[in-house]
Structure formats: structure tokens, C-alpha cells
């Protein structure tokens, strides 16, 4: 069975640019998370989308967009880019609150 | 609120030696606990973890964790360190109030030396 699978594995765009990344879940798991890795601010909890709705948000401002499509899969868009924005962002999915499961993340570098 | 505490940023041990990895809780219910590792520049794999069954959880590769609800403790650990467990270990605590939104620990680096 396949895991959480995300698209594209890096990604360099130039401050001010429009990044987009996208992330499949499990088969059967109608949950996904997004999750911000940068350097020396651990894992902080971006979004979270269950049956094509928005549930949670982090502590991010309304730049960081993204949505669930029919078929679970999702995507995070992360407008007018900042060099902080540079980060592994990582995306789980999981079923009516049961464990979550990562994908191998994106690697996005803003220069 | 739910939170983790790691108490320890950096762990070094020898091949072959015990590993210890601590991790505190704070949470109003019953929680669920994982520990997750992260190999360099890979993603988040689950290790174990505590769902208010068993107390002495076995995951992978030779870990195992104890709940310990009067210690309000979840302690990562392992016999015996193999080179491939340097990584980094992060404790996690599930908000079930928030569809298992997963709160994470600062991490524990492990280093293992031969």
C-alpha cells in the first residue's frame, strides 16, 4: 500500500513568487496535515483538512492557503514568499483521529 | 492543553550501550503518545505508540516506551544502540479535541558513536 506521497520533492522560487505543493494521503484516510520544518523552530502544525474542509489552522498568516480536493488529496499554496518561508514542509494524513502518517516532505528554499 | 516536554536536545551514547530518550506530558485526559524519528533530510516515520492499552509499548527496530501516568512520563528506549539510530526523536502527543492534530516535542538528537 502506498504512503503519503508529496510533489515536488524540492522546489526554489525567488522572494515574492507563489509556491505550491501538493500531497496525497493514504487510501482510506480522509485527513491531512500540513506541518512547517525550518531551521531551529521544530515542527510547527500549519493546517488541517478533513472531507475538503478546513478544520485548524496554525499560528500562520493568511498567505499560507491551501485545500482539500474530492479525492482527499491536497494542496498548500504559500503566497508572496518570505526567505523564512524556506522550510521542509511535511504533510500526514490519517482516519477519524487514529495515527497519522508522514510523507518524506518538501523541501522549499526562497532566495 | 496538551503539550510534550523533551529534556534532553542532544543524546550521545556508544554502539551497543543503552539508549534513554525522556519525555514528559501535560495533558487533562487520557492521552495518546508517539515517538517519532526523523533520519536526516527524511520525513517523520512512527516508532511507537500509547493508546491507554498496554503501559510498556514495542515499536520498531528494538524501541520501546513506557506510559507512566503517575510520572506524567513517556520514556523512550532501547538495549542496545546500533549506528543507524542516529537521528532525531521527537515525542508527540495526539489533541484528540482536534482530529488528532499532533503536538510535537523540540526533539532529541541522537548521536551514536562506534
Known amino acids: 500500500e502506498a504512503g503519503v506521497t508529496q510533489s515536488p520533492t524540492h522546489l526554489i522560487k525567488t522572494r515574492g513568487q507563489q509556491a505550491t505543493l501538493r500531497c496525497s494521503p493514504i487510501s482510506g484516510h480522509t485527513s491531512v496535515y500540513w506541518y512547517q520544518q525550518a531551521l531551529g523552530l521544530g515542527l510547527q502544525f500549519l493546517l488541517w483538512?478533513?472531507?475538503?474542509?478546513?478544520?485548524n489552522r496554525g499560528n500562520f498568516p493568511p498567505r499560507f492557503s491551501g485545500r482539500q480536493f474530492p479525492n482527499y488529496s491536497s494542496e498548500l499554496n504559500v503566497n508572496a514568499l518570505e526567505l523564512e518561508d524556506s522550510a521542509l514542509y511535511l504533510c500526514?494524513?490519517?482516519?477519524?483521529?487514529?495515527?497519522?502518517?508522514f510523507g518524506e516532505g518538501s523541501w522549499l528554499t526562497v532566495v | 492543553a496538551q503539550s510534550v516536554t523533551q529534556l534532553d536536545s542532544h543524546v550521545s551514547v556508544s554502539e551497543g550501550t543503552p539508549v534513554l530518550l525522556r519525555c514528559n506530558y501535560s495533558?487533562?485526559?487520557?492521552?495518546?503518545l508517539f515517538w517519532y524519528v526523523q533520519h536526516p533530510n527524511k520525513g517523520l516515520q512512527l516508532l511507537l505508540k500509547?493508546?491507554?492499552?498496554?503501559?510498556l509499548v514495542k515499536g520498531i527496530n528494538g524501541f520501546e516506551a513506557e506510559f507512566k501516568k503517575s510520572e506524567t512520563s513517556f520514556h523512550l528506549t532501547k538495549p542496545s544502540a546500533h549506528m543507524s539510530d542516529a537521528a532525531e526523536y521527537f515525542c508527540v502527543v495526539s489533541d484528540r479535541n482536534q482530529g488528532g492534530k499532533l503536538i510535537f516535542g523540540q526533539g532529541t538528537e541522537l548521536s551514536v558513536k562506534p
Open positions: 500509547y493508546t491507554s492499552a498496554a503501559t
Open positions: 495533558s487533562s485526559y487520557s492521552p495518546s
Open positions: 500526514a494524513s490519517g482516519y477519524s483521529g487514529n495515527t497519522i502518517y
Open positions: 483538512y478533513d472531507e475538503g474542509e478546513e478544520r
